[in-house]
T-cell receptor, first 114, second 115 residues
Framework: GDSVTQMEGPVTLSEEAFLTINCTYT??????LFWYVQYPGEGLQLLLK?????DKGSNKGFEATYRKETTSFHLEKGSVQVSDSAVYFC?????????????FGQGTRLTINP | DVKVTQSSRYLVKRTGEKVFLECVQD?????MFWYRQDPGLGLRLIYF???????EKGDIPEGYSVSREKKERFSLILESASTNQTSMYLC??????????????FGPGTRLTVL
């Protein structure tokens, strides 16, 4: 079945460092791809998404490009802040029994030190 | 803004108790979902519903049931709680059915401990 694999965490960086969180997927058909973020004590919220090959999703300085040839959707940010500390989930979307179903990676915990 | 609320943030129950987790959304969304979140496993889908009184099993439905009597409310029921159901439970909604690009909106989660 479809699956998503993220780089294992936790990841600890200093403020203003460059961030990459790797995500690869296995899917039949043409899924949409998402990054969700979970701040401490909260539910998940959408960070960005891309719906077709070569699309780039971006939000809050984060970017990810849908690479069909490498089945990847890596998350990047040029200069992280302490407020970016959170758990990040990569996910793909498929339609099952007429409803959208998300398949999540295991999550990557990111800690940014001042 | 979409608001998804869950009845409790923290819950402690005993083995064998019947447990109800409730989720309410205020934006007339069609689809509602229940996930459990465990470290190293990400989120796994328990059940979802695409309409009132309709439900479909997700990937891990064993030991759970659901109820959707009104469009805005989706309940997760643990008929006889067990310690391996200790987890964080997250409710989510999407506006429409069958749209692969839809954003899911999540509640804050209920951390359930079964003793």
């Amino acid at each position: 079945g479809d699956s998503v694999t993220q780089m294992e965490g936790p990841v600890t960086l200093s403020e203003e460092a460059f961030l990459t969180i790797n995500c690869t997927y296995t899917a039949t058909g043409y899924p949409s791809l998402f990054w969700y973020v979970q701040y401490p004590g909260e539910g998940l919220q959408l960070l960005l998404k891309a719906t077709k090959a070569d699309d780039k999703g971006s939000n809050k300085g984060f970017e990810a490009t849908y690479r069909k040839e490498t089945t990847s959707f890596h998350l990047e940010k040029g200069s992280v802040q302490v407020s970016d500390s959170a758990v990040y989930f990569c996910a793909l979307s498929q339609i099952i029994q007429g409803a959208q179903k998300l398949v999540f990676g295991q999550g990557t915990r990111l800690t940014i030190n001042p | 803004d979409v608001k998804v609320t869950q009845s409790s943030r923290y819950l402690v129950k005993r083995t064998g108790e019947k447990v109800f987790l409730e989720c309410v959304q205020d934006m007339d969304h069609e689809n509602m979902f229940w996930y459990r979140q465990d470290p190293g496993l990400g989120l796994r889908l328990i059940y979802f519903s695409y309409d009132v009184k309709m439900k479909e099993k997700g990937d891990i439905p064993e030991g759970y049931s659901v109820s959707r009597e009104k469009k805005e409310r989706f309940s997760l029921i643990l008929e006889s709680a067990s310690t391996n159901q200790t987890s964080m439970y997250l409710c989510a909604t999407t506006l429409t059915s069958g749209v692969i690009t839809d954003t899911q909106y999540f509640g804050p989660g209920t951390r359930l401990t079964v003793l």
